[in-house]
């Protein structure tokens, strides 16, 4: 259906279209995007128009995240504002187009390809048709102009860098010849259009075919220009470089992975705790250990009315040091608060239902009368889940993943979305979830089992193979988060076989930390959340939810799917530490264990089939569910 005011299309019709949450799951400012005859790089924050009085800013709070991307960024060099704030995408429709809402997009590449010739050159260099750009090849191809379209081909690098591939300069190269006076680049595509059948040559000065696919020697690979072309013009946003260029395919799916933080938002105690602290402040404030703090909540009725059992010691412990650092101490981390939230959920009442207009709300399951699966806590139904997603940066050519805290190293190839950013663009989800808390008691001793322990260095070789070429903060999670992400794996593909939902609509978040030597009793934490949601809905219908109350049958598919996989032996006996592709996982493959990685916190790293269930080639001890549940 067209617009309404045609007078409006013919002078503010936009070239193209995407929805809201897709800019933060892939189309964010440095993305490129194919249009019906072009292709533009999306603009960065500085070229997101938000003027149009129909449609306000949306402003999007969450100060747990806020804060924590401050944090985040900085580490990254990227001098955010200390009053960031996050706000949803602009938003307008083809009805109502104009120059002073949506985002501004830069025609790139700049090189095209004649169709018929094979020429390429400047955009500048085509004559501009109604639709796109044409060619007039000259004699030899008849006097009709031949249609011209973008090159498949850019460079880029690990940095984030974009730029045009230098086509004369590189053909000549290539082909061991100086560069002539006046190149005439011809780009030769054969049948099959893989890179492999790709030649080039200079019809100038003759020079022999080159094979494209020798743009991946190295020695031929040329220096990166460092540009940022989504962030302004090369003299504002030009950065210096010292890695090389490499040729990507623009439409490959490496060549732009979005870096996104995400955080729920939780019951708002906080205020209620920290009151709570303030009035005994005269007995909490000499209070550092959990040692001294359990003792004080058991045996001084003051203090244990005031706080009472759903502020877990570790909370209010962090509540404490809060308080005595004064204004401006952070807050807990994301990680730990959400935990700490699914734990502190009242059992569930016949007939409950959420209240209206209600963010988070999760209720603790009854034990069903066969009693909950072995090593299994718990089991939180949360009905309603809001979930709030932030972008604030992409890579190139590799993901990044941030260490246990949320944080990345300094030298990280994260590309920043604006140069001085003051806000990031931010969606909410809402939807629902489903939390499993593991007995963290039977988990450690379990770690403590020399099969265990031995397969856990394994794991760790493998993994200082994979980081020894990488800039990266990531560090070795241990054989928890491999068995806890594992399993995330399994029954995600087992729920969505009942759940309603497809396996891509459903993420997982993995609640993780290490035992605390330093704090006797002290088991860690342990738990995972399967959640589902949809960008400006107001929830889901509850299909997830009810799936908990059949968490045995569903950990059995689990475990009829993991232990045995079409790939074995060959998936079940990798080694990590010996094996030169996947060293970051152990018994894992695209048969088994590999899920859509938008569904994934790790891009489907750190997994491992024989630290869960028993698995061909390896002792039935060494999997924590040795037994079928």
């Not at 060619?135 to 460079?155: E, I, S």
Request: with cysteine; proline share 8%; glycine share 8%.
């Amino acid at each position: 259906m067209g617009p309404k005011n045609k007078k409006a299309e013919r002078t503010y019709r936009p070239e193209g279209e995407i929805r809201r949450s897709q800019l933060l799951m892939g189309y964010g400012p440095g993305a490129m995007i194919d249009l019906l005859d072009d292709a533009v790089l999306i603009g960065g924050l500085e070229y997101w128009r938000y003027q149009d009085p129909k449609h306000p800013v949306e402003v999007i709070k969450e100060p747990r995240l806020t804060q924590k991307l401050v944090e985040v960024m900085r580490g990254l060099g990227m001098n955010p504002s200390s009053q960031l704030w996050l706000q949803a995408p602009p938003d307008c429709t083809y009805d109502e187009a104009t120059p002073r809402q949506g985002i501004q997009a830069l025609e790139f590449p700049r090189y095209f390809k004649c169709q018929r010739c094979s020429a390429i050159a400047y955009a500048s260099e085509f004559e501009q048709a109604g639709r796109g750009r044409v060619h007039h090849c000259g004699p030899g191809y008849g006097t009709k102009p031949a249609p011209a379209v973008p090159v498949r081909f850019v460079a880029v690098c690990e940095r984030g860098h974009i730029s045009d591939w230098p086509w004369a300069w590189w053909t000549h190269r290539a082909a061991g010849r100086p560069k002539c006076d006046a190149p005439d680049i011809r780009l030769h595509e054969g049948a099959s259009g893989d890179i492999s059948d790709i030649s080039v040559s200079c019809a100038t000065c003759q020079s022999p075919p080159v094979k494209l696919a020798s743009a991946m020697i190295p020695e031929l690979r040329p220096d990166c220009g460092g540009d940022r072309p989504w962030l302004g013009d090369h003299d504002i946003a030009h950065q210096t470089c010292t890695l090389k260029a490499r040729l990507l395919v623009r439409t490959a799916t490496n060549g732009y992975l979005t870096q996104t933080m995400s955080a729920l938002s939780l019951p708002t105690e906080d205020d209620a705790l920290t009151a709570a602290v303030a009035g005994f402040w005269a007995t909490l404030g000499d209070i550092h250990d959990l040692a001294a703090l359990k003792v004080l909540r058991a045996h001084v009725p003051d203090i244990k009315q005031a706080f009472p059992a759903k502020w877990s010691d570790a909370v209010v412990l962090q509540a404490i040091e809060r308080q005595r650092i004064g204004p401006g101490a952070a807050l807990p981390p994301l990680d730990v608060a959400e935990y700490e939230a699914f734990n502190a959920a009242e059992p569930e009442r016949a007939r409950q239902q959420p209240p209206h207009g209600a963010r988070f709300f999760a209720c603790r399951m009854d034990t069903p009368p066969d009693g909950l699966p072995p090593a299994i806590d718990a089991v939180v139904l949360a009905a309603k889940l809001r979930e709030v997603r932030a972008q604030f940066g992409f890579c190139r050519l590799e993901g990044a993943i941030a260490a246990p805290d949320g944080t990345y190293g300094q030298d990280t190839n994260i590309a920043a979305l604006a140069l001085d950013p003051k806000w990031l663009p931010a969606i909410e989800i809402n939807g629902e979830g489903l939390f499993i808390r593991f007995d963290t008691k039977k988990l450690t001793e379990w770690e403590q089992q020399e099969l265990v322990k031995a397969r856990e260095d394994v794991l760790r070789t493998g993994f200082n193979r994979w980081l020894a070429s990488r800039r990266s903060a990531v560090v070795f999670r241990g054989v928890r988060y491999y068995m806890l992400h594992t399993l995330a794996h399994l029954l995600m593909t087992a729920i969505a076989l009942e759940c309603g939902y497809s396996g891509s609509a459903l993420r997982e978040r993995i609640y993780c930390r290490a035992p605390d030597p330093r704090t006797k009793g002290d088991h860690g934490m342990a738990g995972i959340l399967i959640s589902t949601g949809t960008p400006g809905s107001e929830g889901t219908l509850g299909g997830l939810v009810e799936q908990g109350r059949h968490l045995r049958y569903h950990l059995r598919r689990a475990y009829d799917l993991g232990t045995l996989c079409s790939g074995d032996p060959v998936c079940a006996l990798h080694q990590p530490d010996i094996h030169d592709a996947r060293t970051t996982e152990g018994a894992a493959c695209h048969s088994c264990l590999y899920i859509p990685e938008t569904s994934c916190e790790a891009f489907n790293r750190f997994l491992d089939r024989a630290l869960v269930f028993p698995t061909i080639g390896h002792p039935d001890q060494l999997a924590f569910f040795p037994a079928r549940p």
